[in-house]
């Protein structure tokens, strides 16, 4: 039997109808992106708050960010944590808050006939929790066994790693918590945390689903209407442009029979003038299986179980990553291939068919993440994150599709050059 080596060929791609957020600004000057969609009787709700992500931890405090946004959902003034739980399971939800780099994230949803309750249940959790201690020592537990877990796991090391040798001191650079850190924090400095980050001012909520406009906006400044106070100043210092740490670093693993590898330097943020094309070129080099380095690395060397490039984007700075797992005697040859690969992309421009295949894999990507309400919040986050213009994503299509070969190698040969490189191997010395 035999099998076809060549993929069909691509049917053309409909119009995509894509809507844009009506925005309003409550008097406590909290955000408003409000999209009405009726496809489902269900309202997809997150809330950005700028200032209370990890970065923001002071040095002596590390991990206070992320266990502040978990232990939110802990307890409040009129409501336990199965209490919670329970409630947003009846409005046929769910409610979580969490840290990321720069910002906090509180993401729900319900079915639409229970909004009201929701929002008002969204409002204890954000305005009046109280940090139980016995939930605080439970969750202190779960994350030192977590810690101590990630600690054997190469993945972890080798990212840890990277972000070092990337970012040096800079906030950028952590990834875990402090373990120290961890045994000392107790309820009021949750609390001090979040009274001084969670503030309306600067923050934004995004709602899409089964609501109308008016209605909604006036429902959400009667549940946080109450909600007060301007964000602290953002002290965060100007991340490098330029990794701190050039060349190869080894993370030892006696006995270990591969080596997690993993590549990357600093790149221009989201909102740069080139990054689409950055990123199209990444996306060639490892965004898949139809990649360079997934055809040569691994499929045609056999250099490694898995292997991909991506980009992690902060709102000031970027970092190109490139990743493989290999046994220990094919990581030397690994890495020869992939700064190959990376050479290629620099030095000669992209063949048409390949920069149109994987143009419509972008774009495909992109017109899948329109299909459910939470697709649709989702990509608007990244537009508040990023400080894209709200109409960024229907102009995507239209803009990716505009990206010539020259534009992409220009865009790799600026800022994925082979000296610019940071590599770090976890597993044994390779010669």
Known sequence: MRFPTTPP????????????????????????LLIPDSRAPRVELRLIIPTAGRAFDEES?????????????AGTRRRTSF???DEADRYGGALSVSANAETALLQAHCLSRFLPPML?????????????????????????????????????????????????THPYHRLAP??????????????????????????????VGDFREKQMASLIEAKLGDWHGEPPDNKLPSPPTEPAEKGEHYVPREGSVQSHLMLGTLVPPRSAPDSLELMLGVNLLGGGTNSRLFRTVREQYGYAYSVGASIDHYRRVGAFITQAQTATENTRNA??????????????????????????????????????????????????????????????????QSISAEAVQHACASYLLPHRMSVVVVGERIP
């Open 9 to 32: 060929p691509d049917h053309p791609m409909s119009e995509l109808h894509l809507p844009l957020p009506q925005e309003h600004t409550l008097p406590n000057r909290l955000t408003l």
């Open 178 to 207: 402090d373990e120290a850190a961890l045994q000392r924090w107790q309820p009021e400095h949750l609390q001090a945390f979040h009274a001084q980050h969670y503030r309306p001012a600067g923050a934004t909520l995004i709602a």
């Open 120 to 168: 008002d249940l969204i409002a204890d959790v954000l305005l009046n929790p109280t940090f139980p201690q016995e939930e605080v020592e439970i969750d202190r537990a779960n994350t030192l066994q977590r810690l101590r877990l990630q600690r054997t796991q190469p993945d972890f090391l080798a990212d840890e790693r990277l972000r070092k040798a990337l970012f040096g």
């Open 83 to 85: 209490q919670i739980e």
């Open 335 to 400: 890495l020869r291939q992939i700064q190959h690969e990376i050479t290629q992309l620099i030095e000669k421009p992209v063949p048409a068919q390949e920069l149109q295949a994987t143009k419509n894999y972008l774009i495909g990507r992109h017109m899948l993440g329109w299909i459910t309400l939470g697709g649709i919040a989702d990509r608007f986050v990244q537009c508040v994150v990023h400080r894209l213009p709200l109409d960024y994503w229907h102009r995507y299509p239209e803009m990716v």
């Open 61 to 73: 405090m590390v991990g206070l960010a992320a266990a502040t946004a978990r232990l939110m959902t």
